[in-house]
């Protein structure tokens, strides 16, 4: 397998970035090459782009040196895509499509490969697992370990599900070696949720529906529910997961109004629905058992689009 590092040597100025609305695998990707190479490059110009992190991510060091703004006249050496396809780059795409040598490393099996360098590997956890095994495990610090242990407890529900292997235990293992408290980052940046978000979560469990069957849960929160609630998109986190740990439930559809007409739809399943391939009829993608889109037109048309791909796939079944 490559080394990181042997693709970046030579490299005067790298960017980082990964995708819009950035999850905890995704800022913990960033942030864990980011310390890794600012150690690894010390001469090189070394920028991490994203949206602004939510403030769950403080625990990760030198979170606050993150680039949310996005205007730069810069080209750089190298640009190293995390957790992303160019299209899901928001205002970092720029940068990327400037980037004299692009590497794209994704454990989504929705990335179809992009950049001169691409490493995707879908039965990896997380981005963070994987980029562990392109690290020098000698190379990385409690800092880098703190990060990439952030992402891989995020993508596997702190590793618990299917897409934790042996692997992920045994590199879960070796970060915590290091000694950070890692109860305590499992409690504040993955269990633990503001009043508000309870609120909107509870609202949002209130006003589901199922259908097909039962088989499949719904919930809306709308632009006038998350005023109400002074929620923001990151404040909706874990809503959609609540809503698949329903006894019948095959699929759980969460939505939630981002503009006129337009809805952000994340998705769940346990495995019998493949909602990575209903994600990408929408212009979306993800994995077998969580995956997501932005979709246009009132909800209902969204949840009718939706279902009908759902429904085809629950009869084969
Ligand atoms: P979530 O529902 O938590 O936002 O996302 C679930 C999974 O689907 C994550 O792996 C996420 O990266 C992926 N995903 C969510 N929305 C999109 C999207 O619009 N495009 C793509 N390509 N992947 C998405
Ligand atoms: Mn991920």
Same mark, same amino acid.
């Given at each position: ?13 790298? /960017? ?12 913990? +990707? ?13 001469? /090189? ?5 994203? !949206?602004?992190? /939510? ?5 990760? +060091? &030198? ?18 895509? #995390? ?42 956890? +997380?981005? /963070?697992?994987? $980029?562990?095994? #392109? ?12 990060? #990439?242990?952030?992402?891989?407890? &995020? ?13 992920? $235990?045994?590199?879960?293992? !070796? ?81 939630? !109004?981002?503009?006129? #007409? ?24 993800? &994995? ?30």
């Amino acid at each position: 397998m490559m080394r990181i590092i042997d693709e970046l040597r030579g490299a005067e100025s790298i /960017a980082i970035s990964g995708h819009q609305r950035p999850d905890g695998d995704c800022v913990g +990707s960033v942030m864990g090459l980011y310390l890794y190479l600012k150690r690894e490059l010390p001469d /090189a110009v070394i920028d991490a782009y994203l !949206e602004r992190p /939510a403030d769950i991510f403080g625990c990760i +060091s &030198h979170i606050e040196e993150i680039k949310s703004d996005f205007n730069t006249d810069r080209t750089y050496d190298a640009f190293v895509a #995390l957790d992303t396809v160019p299209d899901r780059m928001g205002g970092a795409e720029e940068i990327y499509r400037r980037a004299r040598r692009k590497i794209n490393i994704d454990h989504h099996i929705s990335n179809p490969g992009h950049g001169d360098v691409s490493v995707v590997e879908p039965e990896r956890s +997380s981005t /963070a697992e994987l $980029l562990y095994e #392109l690290m020098d495990p000698e190379k990385i610090d409690g800092e880098t370990a703190l990060a #990439l242990y952030v992402g891989v407890i &995020h993508d596997t529900g702190v590793l618990r599900y299917s897409n934790t292997s042996p692997r992920t $235990l045994q590199i879960a293992a !070796e970060l915590i070696k290091f000694g950070f408290d890692f109860p305590r980052i499992i409690e504040e940046t993955f269990y633990e949720k503001t009043y508000r978000q309870t609120q909107i979560m509870g609202r949002a469990v209130l006003e589901s529906m199922r259908i097909l069957d039962d088989r499949c849960i719904v919930s809306v929160v709308s632009r006038r529910m998350m005023e109400f609630y002074r929620a923001a998109s990151q404040d909706l986190d874990g809503i959609v997961n609540q809503l698949l740990s329903v006894r019948g439930v095959d699929c759980a559809i969460f939505m939630h !109004e981002t503009g006129t #007409l337009e809805y952000k739809v994340s998705m769940r399943s346990n495995g019998r629905v493949d909602v990575a391939a209903v994600a990408v009829r929408f212009g979306g993608g993800g &994995h077998v058992r969580a995956a997501g889109c932005t979709m246009n037109g009132t909800y209902r048309d969204c949840i009718n689009n939706l279902s009908a791909l759902i429904a085809e796939q629950l009869k084969d079944k």
